[in-house]
């Protein structure tokens, strides 16, 4: 559970500039979420909740090492299904796309108009992946920025005369 690097203040600065005021902040309870979850909360006064789900996704045994530092055919075998073919000791990105449909699945039947989610690049590509029906590949070939504020509807709320 890593904290914010040392321009994580500078990047929480310019997230509360760009995050429109919100009713709500659902977020990861990972130290480096919590606080930007946390500075939005205080500055909305909005409820603030935080979802085990939201975490990344775990990866087992390789947890915290680079890849430089992992096992090659190890990597290449996982990477030939990442979607349903877990980590050593942890999951698939399947089971964190799982978990993420859930957190937010409650989310929505809460009905707040307004609710940022803060949370890690795993839930955020898996969202993008559902929402924005796009491939693994696809969400994957972007990277989403630290403590950048991203817009995301689902289309289940969206009614066919909006836009």
Not at 23 to 29: I, L, N
Not at 70 to 87: K, Q
Request: hydrophobic share 40%; proline share 6%; glycine share 4%.
């Amino acid at each position: 559970d890593l904290d914010i690097a040392a321009e994580g203040h500078e990047q929480i600065e310019e997230a509360l500039r760009k995050t429109p005021k919100v009713e709500k902040v659902v977020a990861s309870p990972a130290l480096r979420c919590r606080k930007l979850a946390m500075t939005i909360a205080e500055r909305d006064r909005a409820d603030l909740r935080f979802d085990e789900r939201l975490w990344e996704m775990h990866m087992g045994e390789w947890e915290g090492l680079a890849w430089s530092e992992i096992d090659r055919s190890a990597s290449e075998h996982w990477l030939e299904d990442p979607i349903s073919r877990p980590t050593p000791g942890g999951e698939c990105f399947a089971d964190l796309q799982n978990r993420v449909a859930e957190a937010l699945a409650e989310i929505a039947d809460e009905h707040a108009m307004t609710t940022a989610v803060v949370c890690h690049a795993g839930p955020i590509r898996a969202t993008q992946m559902a929402w924005e029906a796009i491939s693994f590949s696809e969400a994957f070939s972007k990277v989403p920025g630290y403590a950048e504020p991203m817009r995301l509807l689902n289309p289940a709320w969206i009614s066919p005369t909006s836009e």
